[in-house]
């Protein structure tokens, strides 16, 4: 049986990342993982360390803590530049994976089917780690590097995702395509952020999940939009070019054909849904 | 490492590495076994408590976290001094609970929302209860539950002599929803030794084991093949061709090969590459195409061809028949392997008691299991003594031996109590499936659409061995012409082995895959002639006094007609809606269809008798001794309620035995929905004997009237009244025995293969997207004739939960070995996939059963998917040939179809 530590500290956390621990937070991809095996790995239980949950703005956005769990995001009170990433939040399991499971968690799990991640790709937010050495910020597209994979560095932790106050009034929103309602695991989903100036487009991040080994960014499609009214026509914008940046592939959930015709039909009608 | 926190209000500690999950340290450490576990990955909800008042899967918690905080379960739901809360009262008196293993978690994660929102909108419930899944119900009883928490009237009970058709609450209902009901994994002793089981990861290979001597050292036993008395188990008295261990060969992926014992931890710890197997895989067998091959390597060396069996019905001259239709179709259908995903995974415990074993086991039939482990350790039946705990499901699933070979032979070895509980990924691999079915189907008929010929093939995948696969080729010829009057017939049946898991019983018998062909044979010919898709049916429906294509005249209660009758008004008014809506435009089209179906009660042209007591002891307890198992349909009610009017006291004054092999008989196995017509018949047999002694003693005439107060029965005949003294009269036993008449089927499948049949016709609403290949049923309308509703929520129950599998197997569920082997890849229908089901219950009386009944169980499954892929086609124009319909694959038809259009 391995050591099970459980501080109350950040510090206290990082300092005992000296040596390799098993990081659990929420424990809903932890658990799943260790089905029918006895656990004997050294745990690193960050879950009851304050500073490391619940949602604050700052001067130059918000901050969400690395524990923030999907129930807590989904029942935040934020503006609407959120919306998408809590319809993503509430598509997440169901209501016990949503009261436990944490962002962090999310990203640093990897799946190529993360919900969270397209949702926090349109936010276009950066990750927070931290050591015994130090904290560095990186871009969230730059933090996950392939199916199960991170930049994340031993002795490392995420403790929060920051998300910078856009210029202009944003809107949000979040699409998921699941072969049943509730506890599914994506076949696709996308996300949008839209800035809105004078009626018109400002700027649009776009981003697509489980068709590609890590959920991408549309730049062409993003790019397209820009300066385009902002109404409900928006998705007709939509060409299947601007998928370039995707690559699905088949499994037992849908086949690569599918899901590139079936990701346009989500992000036309993500489209006409935040402008709507 | 000592932890303290809040348990259902109180202050708990507990010792133990904190990384242990919650779910363990209940029931393991706590005792509160109310929690259930299904699948310990966060899948099924099963284990759902409350947290700080939040619902969360305690399979997914570390004890570590819960230090300090406050934990709600089952065990807390009703105050001190309370029987049950309201919450569930609301469960009983909706028949919200089935099996019940859901049922915990369904009620804490109702009560986070009910607690905060006593009156909860549809969409608010279905949020709350969208992790939980639950197998039996189709979950509408249970989100009634949850809305009329507070509006729920208890139903009373019924007086003497009015149990039959009345809404009594399961009598097994209160210990489900306190959790006080024992599973499986339930009751096992402490000091119980655990087995691991060491599985096959190949689907086909030979191995040769190494030195296993380090391990025995280390372990209590290390069991293989050679340690098992008669290594070989089947359903068939002559084909036992399963063996408990693998000796040398495994035939199919999750097979069992070497089983670990010793203590629960030290098992757990080993892992499979500790344990010395060299593995030698060959190329497997897959589907039937590769098993009918000439070339084809056998599964079974005594099995050429890789044939299990084959065979069919043959009447009128159906080739001649053909030249004459007005209009023909055909098509071929394909289906998958389908997993029961029961919530409850297999388990169970085995003691030795002298010279006998006793297993605690869940099961659906406890006198099978009885002789196949006495064959199996070479002891006499009287042996072994099976107790069977509540089972959490079974759909069939159950109907094969699991854990009892290995607990047994292992408890009569080590002379210590051996338990055995299997986790989800081993449940799914290593028990049986739904045979998956190719079905080439031709249908004729003449320019008024009456049907003239049908020629039906089905080939059946029934994997490494032969479990059920002979029933399931048996059955499916005598129905694979639907429940319709064709006056020529030619259906054939064959089975091959293959390298796939072993397909068995499930709910049906292959009938639902044969029925997904002859249905969509009747809407191509209604369509062709312009006849309404219901109106054909009608026209051809069998009815009382037609003979069926095995030469049998029906001569009661076949009500098809009946039930298309009553579905004509939901159907034309839904019509309607469905042009109104269609006529919108958009990328959202609906559609509606219909599915019929009839099936045959019992065994097929087999004997499959019950027999079942009633007693009266001299203290007055009257007590039903009934070996039908309650697998969740509601056996244990229904035969209360039967036996309580058959005696003419009141059903609220029965005590229940049941299940248990050394206190009462053999009422067969709960399958082929034969436990209401069989069971129940030899029930109420049983209580008109405990009534005729009564009637006897006191004296009196056929029509007097019982009272039981104490040990004083009364007798009032007329004006006189009698009383007998219990204490002195003895005690009395009642019983009565039934067996369906059947004959045996010739060579052309000619006889009477069952005494009744059941009938029903569905219809669906669907909204399919055309953009994305999604349907979302909207609506169900079932119609069943079922003889008589003995208990109409029981009836119910069945019929929505019948429909919520339906729609799995029409639209999501493929089991395929290594890649859906858990609940998150193999998807279930969850409470926000089942529309709202209406149920018309038509009551055709069948004479010989008790009070007129018939069955439901499998009934309710069989015309659901044929109705959701008949709508789907009326909304697309896609003519489904393959289930699952998956999102792409409709897809796929949709684009193909416009291709073709353009
Ligand atoms: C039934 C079920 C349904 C699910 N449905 C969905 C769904 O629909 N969509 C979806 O996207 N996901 C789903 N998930 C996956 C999971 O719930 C989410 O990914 C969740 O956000 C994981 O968070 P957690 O806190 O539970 O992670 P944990 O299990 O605690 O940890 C996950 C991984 O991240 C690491 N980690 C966690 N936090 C940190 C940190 N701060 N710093 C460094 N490493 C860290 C851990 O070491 C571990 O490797 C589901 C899971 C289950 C069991
Ligand atoms: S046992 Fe916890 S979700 Fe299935
Ligand atoms: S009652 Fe829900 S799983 Fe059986």
Redesign the interface.
């Given at each position: 049986m391995g050591d099970y530590l459980r501080p109350r500290g950040l510090e206290e956390a990082l300092q005992a990342l000296t040596r390799p621990f098993t990081v659990l937070a929420g424990g809903t991809d932890f658990y799943p993982a260790r089905v029918g095996r006895s656990v004997t790995e050294d745990i690193l239980d960050i879950a009851g360390i304050a500073t490391l949950r619940g949602i604050s703005e700052t001067e130059s956005g918000w901050r969400l803590g690395a524990t923030t769990t999907w129930a807590e995001l989904g029942e935040a009170l934020l503006p609407p530049l959120f919306d998408g990433l809590k319809q993503a939040a509430r598509e997440v399991g169901g209501r016990q994976i949503q009261n436990a499971g944490t962002i962090a968690g999310n990203i640093c799990n990897a799946s190529p089917a993360a919900d969270g991640v397209p949702a926090l790709l349109a936010l276009d937010s950066e990750v927070e780690l931290a050591s015994r050495h130090g904290t560095r910020r990186i871009p969230l597209s730059a933090f996950i590097t392939g199916v199960r994979k991170t930049e994340l560095r031993p002795g490392e932790l995420v403790v929060a995702l920051h998300v910078l106050r856009p210029l202009n009034d944003a809107r949000s929103a979040f699409l998921k395509l699941g072969a049943r309602r509730y506890l599914v695991i994506s076949i696709a989903m996308a996300s949008v952020v839209v800035e809105v100036e004078n009626g018109k487009v400002a700027a649009a991040r776009i981003a697509v999940g489980a068709c590609s080994p890590v959920a991408q960014r549309l730049p062409d499609l993003e790019q397209a939009l820009t300066g385009a009214r902002f109404d409900a026509r928006l998705g007709e914008r939509v060409a299947a070019s601007h998928l370039a940046p995707l690559s699905p592939i088949d499994d037992v959930r849908g086949s690569a054909g599918y899901r590139s015709d079936v990701a346009l039909v989500l992000l036309r009608r993500l489209l006409s849904k935040v402008a709507a | 490492?000592k932890l303290e926190f809040t348990l259902n209000g109180n202050a708990a500690s507990w010792d133990g590495?904190?990384?242990t999950?919650l779910a363990a340290a209940l029931r393991d450490d706590l005792g509160l076994t109310g929690t259930k576990i299904g699948?310990?990955?966060?899948?099924c909800?099963a284990c759902?408590v409350l947290?700080d008042g939040?619902?969360?899967?305690s399979?997914?918690?570390?004890m570590?976290?819960v230090?300090g905080r406050s934990v709600e379960t089952v065990e807390g739901l009703s105050a001190d001094g309370e029987v049950v809360a309201a919450l569930q009262q609301s469960f009983l008196d909706h028949g919200a609970a089935q099996c019940g293993i859901c049922t915990p978690g369904m009620l804490m994660?109702a009560q986070?929302l009910v607690r905060r929102n006593s009156k909860p909108t549809r969409t608010e419930v279905?949020?709350?209860l969208?992790?939980?899944?639950c197998r039996c119900t189709g979950y509408g009883k249970i989100v009634d539950a949850v809305m009329d928490v507070v509006a729920s009237a208890p139903v009373t009970a019924p007086p003497a002599g009015e149990a039959v058709g009345a809404r009594i609450v399961r009598v097994d209902g209160p210990a489900k929803v306190t959790g006080r009901d024992l599973f499986g994994a339930d009751g096992i002793p402490g000091d119980a030794l655990w087995i691991r089981v060491v599985r096959s990861p190949h689907a086909r290979a030979r191995f040769e084991l190494g030195d296993l001597e380090p391990l025995r050292r280390r372990l209590a036993a290390v069991l293989t093949a050679a340690d098992v008395p008669f290594n070989g188990y089947g359903i068939y008295p002559d084909i036992k061709d399963q063996p408990v261990l693998a000796d040398g060969l495994v035939r199919y992926r999750g097979e069992a090969v070497v089983a670990l014992v010793g203590e629960r931890?030290e098992v757990?710890?080993i892992?499979d590459d500790e344990v010395p197997i060299a593995w030698m895989p060959e190329t497997p067998l897959f589907g039937v195409d590769a098993a009918m091959a000439d070339d084809a390597p056998l599964v079974q060396a005594d099995r050429p061809g890789n044939l299990l069996l084959k065979g069919g019905v043959k009447r009128g001259d159906m080739a001649a028949a053909f030249e004459g239709c007005a209009a023909v179709a055909e098509g071929t259908f394909e289906t998958a392997f389908v997993e029961h995903a029961y919530i409850e995974p297999e388990a169970g415990w085995a003691r030795r008691i002298g010279d006998r074993i006793e297993i605690h086991a869940t099961t659906q039939t406890p006198y099978m299991d009885r002789d196949e482990i006495a064959n199996l350790m070479r002891l006499k039946p009287e042996a072994v003594r099976i107790v069977p705990t509540a089972c959490g499901g079974g759909f069939g699933g159950k109907l094969d031996l699991s854990v009892q070979p290995l607990i047994a032979v292992a408890a009569w070895t080590l002379g210590r109590p051996v338990a055995l509980v299997y986790?989800?990924?081993?449940s799914m691999a290593a028990s049986t499936k739904r045979h998956p079915a190719r079905v080439r189907a031709r249908f004729g008929c003449d320019a008024h659409g009456k049907l003239l010929a049908c020629d039906v093939t089905a080939l059946f995948d029934t994997g490494a061995y032969a479990s059920w696969g002979p029933t399931v080729a048996n059955r499916v010829p005598v129905h694979a012409m639907g429940p319709y009057a064709i006056p020529n017939v030619r259906t054939w049946g064959e089975a091959f082995f293959t390298n796939g898991p072993p397909a068995g019983a499930f709910r049906g018998f292959g009938v639902p895959q044969a029925a997904i062909a002859h249905e969509a044979m009747l809407d191509e010919l209604a369509d062709r002639l312009g006849i309404d898709r219901l109106e054909f049916r009608h026209r051809n429906a069998l009815r009382a006094g037609d003979t069926t294509a095995t030469g049998q005249t029906l001569t009661h209660s076949a009500g098809l007609a009946q039930c298309l009758d009553a579905l004509r008004p939901h159907w034309r008014k839904a019509h309607e809606e469905i042009a109104a809506f269609n006529a919108t435009g958009g990328s959202r089209r609906r559609g509606i269809g219909i599915g019929c179906m009839w099936y045959g009660i019992g065994n097929t042209s087999m004997s499959n008798p019950s027999r079942m007591r009633v007693g009266l002891s001299p203290g007055g307890t009257l007590t039903l001794y009934s070996g039908a198992l309650d697998i969740g349909q509601g056996s244990n009610t229904i035969m209360v309620q039967i036996a309580a009017d058959a005696v003419g006291l009141p059903a609220s004054q029965f005590a229940l035995v049941t299940g248990d092999t050394d206190l009462t008989a053999d009422a067969g196995k709960t399958s082929a929905s034969r436990q209401t017509f069989v069971s129940g018949k030899a029930a109420e047999k049983a209580g008109q004997d405990l009534r005729q002694q009564i009637l006897r003693l006191a004296n009196a005439g056929p029509d007097a009237v019982l009272s039981l107060d104490g040990a004083t029965l009364s007798v009032r005949d007329g004006a006189e009244v009698r009383t007998i003294d219990l204490a002195t009269a003895g005690p009395l036993m009642g019983e009565g025995t039934f067996d369906p008449p059947t004959t045996p089927l010739d060579a052309d499948g000619q006889g009477v293969p069952y005494a009744t049949y059941a009938f029903a016709a569905q219809l669906a609403e669907v909204e399919v997207d055309t953009?994305?290949?999604?349907v979302k049923v909207l609506r169900i309308v079932a119609a069943h004739d079922v003889g008589r509703a003995i208990n109409p929520t029981l009836v119910e129950g069945q019929i929505q939960g019948g429909v919520a599998q339906g729609l799995g197997l029409a639209?999501?569920e493929?089991y395929?070995p290594g890649?859906?082997e858990?609940l998150?890849?193999y998807?279930i229908?969850?409470?926000?996939?089942i529309p709202e089901i209406e149920c018309l219950l038509i009551e055709d009386r069948e004479p010989l059963g008790p009070s007129g009944a018939k069955g439901i169980g499998e009934p309710a499954l069989v015309p659901t998917a044929p109705a959701i892929l008949g709508a789907v086609h009326h909304a697309t124009g896609v003519r489904v040939h393959r289930v699952p319909l998956?999102?792409?694959r409709l897809?796929?038809g949709i684009?193909a179809l416009k291709g073709k259009s353009q």
């Open positions: - | 490492m590495p904190p990384v999950r699948c310990d990955a966060g899948d909800g759902t947290l939040r619902q969360v899967c399979c997914l918690v570390a570590g976290q230090s994660a986070e279905e949020d709350s969208g992790g939980v899944l931890a757990m710890a892992c986790t989800r990924p081993e953009e994305l290949g999604t639209l999501m493929e395929l890649r859906t858990n998150h890849d998807l229908p969850t409470v926000g996939d998956l999102p792409h897809h796929e684009v």
